[in-house]
C-alpha cells in the first residue's frame, strides 16, 4: 500500500502506511525525501509525528533526518534542543561520506552528494547559527551565517535555496 500511495502522489499515506507496517526502513527513507514539502506546505506537526514516529536510532544515525529533526525543534521553539541533533547530523553526514566508498575527487561521489546532500552543511551552519544567536553569541552566529552562505550548493533548487538565505 505505501508503495502505491507513493506512485500516485500520496506522500503522508505512503508514510502512515509504511509506518504502520512497521517497515521503518522504508518509513525512514520516505520521511527523507517527503519532509521537506510537507513542512513547506504547513504540515508541521505532520512531520513531527513522523519523526518521533520511527525508531530513535534511525533518525540519530541518518544526516537527512536528524536535520529535519532539528528544523522542527526550530518551528516548534525548542532551539535549546537542537544542539545533540546538530551533532547526530553531523556525525552521520561524515559517516556517510565514508560508508560511499566514493573519493572525494571521484564523478560518481559528487553526483550522489549533490544529489541527495549537497545542501546539508549549509543547512547544519544555519541551524548552528540559530543556536548561537539563542545562546547569545552573536559573534558567532554572524559567521556560521557567512559560512552557510558560502556552503549553499549552486544547484539548489530556487524554493529551497531562497527559504534557507531568508532564514
Not at 503522508?12 to 520516505?30: C, F, K
Not at 506537526?45 to 513522523?50: A, D, M, R
Amino acid at each position: 500500500a505505501s508503495e502505491w500511495f507513493e506512485q500516485n502522489g500520496l506522500a503522508a499515506e505512503a508514510v502512515n502506511h509504511a509506518l504502520t507496517a512497521q517497515n521503518y526502513g522504508r518509513a525512514a527513507d520516505l520521511v527523507a525525501r517527503y519532509w521537506y514539502n510537507t513542512m513547506t506546505d504547513g504540515e508541521i506537526e505532520t512531520v513531527w509525528s513522523w519523526l518521533n514516529a520511527l525508531p530513535e536510532d534511525a533518525v540519530r544515525n541518518s544526516a537527512p533526518l536528524s536535520v529535519a529533526y532539528c528544523w522542527m525543534l526550530w518551528l516548534r521553539g525548542q532551539i535549546g534542543a537542537i544542539e545533540a541533533h546538530l551533532v547526530d547530523a553531523e556525525r552521520a553526514l561524515g559517516e556517510l561520506d565514508v560508508s560511499n566508498g566514493f573519493d572525494k575527487d571521484h564523478a560518481a561521489y559528487n553526483e550522489a552528494y549533490a544529489g541527495a546532500y549537497a545542501h546539508l552543511p549549509a543547512e547544519l551552519a544555519a541551524l548552528r547559527s540559530f543556536v548561537a544567536r539563542y545562546n547569545n553569541e552573536f559573534e558567532t552566529a554572524s559567521a556560521l551565517v557567512e559560512r552557510a552562505l558560502s556552503l549553499l550548493p549552486e544547484n539548489m533548487p530556487p524554493q529551497a535555496n531562497a527559504q534557507l538565505r531568508t532564514m
